[in-house]
């Protein structure tokens, strides 16, 4: 079984810049999270979907931050304007349903300059 | 949330030792515990999990134990190996599939 793929796996940018993450998970998974990584800390939640429907974005910094996942499949998270403490490890999770196992991607690793 | 990896809580054990990791988790409203290992370059991955009533479960080689009087996780791995070494996390699930992740212990085994 193919497990979550993200990309890209690494990302250079200049604060003010915008980013974008590409997550596919599992197939048949209907809940996907995206999480954020900062060096140094366990994964912080910042949006789940379960299908095409966000369930929590409680986390989410709306202001800079949105996620979509339209076809209930694949996920993509962006990042409008960077900031430097936006630096971290983006991590792509996928479930089959809710309250089921969780399997992460190997993540995106983002450097904001 | 607690800092590790630069000045990341370190346990280091020789190769086939037996390993503990504590963690203390926030919210006595989790009923749900994991146990994740993290690699270098790596997304976490399950270990073993335990509900909160349970005080004790084991998986091959490791064992989870839960205090709920002090909210208390341990991990405990049997003949530590090389192939061990990465960063442990517990979670807990304070709402609805929500993940909440702890300190993270960075184990190092030497041979």
């Known amino acids: 079984e193919a497990g979550v793929a993200q990309s890209p796996r690494y990302k250079i940018i200049e604060k003010r810049q915008s980013v974008a993450f590409w997550c596919n998970p599992i197939?048949?998974?209907?809940?996907l999270y995206w999480y954020q990584q900062i060096l140094g800390q366990g994964p912080k939640l910042l949006i789940q979907?379960?299908?095409?429907?966000?369930?929590?974005d409680s986390q989410l910094p709306k202001d800079r931050f949105s996620a979509e996942r339209l076809k209930g499949v694949d996920s993509t998270l962006k990042i409008q304007p960077a900031k430097l403490e936006d630096s971290a490890v983006y991590l792509c999770?996928?479930?089959?349903?809710?309250?089921?196992?969780?399997?992460f991607g190997p993540g995106t690793r983002l450097t904001v300059l | 949330g607690e800092s590790v990896g630069l000045h990341l809580p370190t346990l280091s054990v020789q190769e086939g030792d037996n390993s503990i990791i504590n963690c203390a988790y926030s919210n006595s409203a989790s009923d749900y515990f994991i146990w994740y290992k993290q690699e270098s370059g790596k997304g976490p991955q399950f270990i073993i999990d335990i509900r909160s009533n349970m005080d004790k479960r084991q998986g091959q080689r490791v064992t989870v134990l839960l205090n709920k009087t002090v909210k208390h996780l341990s991990l405990q791995i049997a003949a530590t190996q090389p192939g061990d070494s990465a960063v442990y996390f517990c979670?807990?699930?304070?709402?609805?599939?929500?993940?909440?992740f702890g300190t993270g212990t960075r184990l190092l085994v030497s041979p």
């Open positions: 197939s048949g998974h209907a809940t």
């Open positions: 999770a996928s479930s089959l349903l809710v309250n089921n196992e969780q399997f």
């Open positions: 979907f379960q299908n095409n429907g966000v369930v929590d």
């Open positions: 979670a807990e699930t304070p709402g609805f599939q929500k993940l909440v």
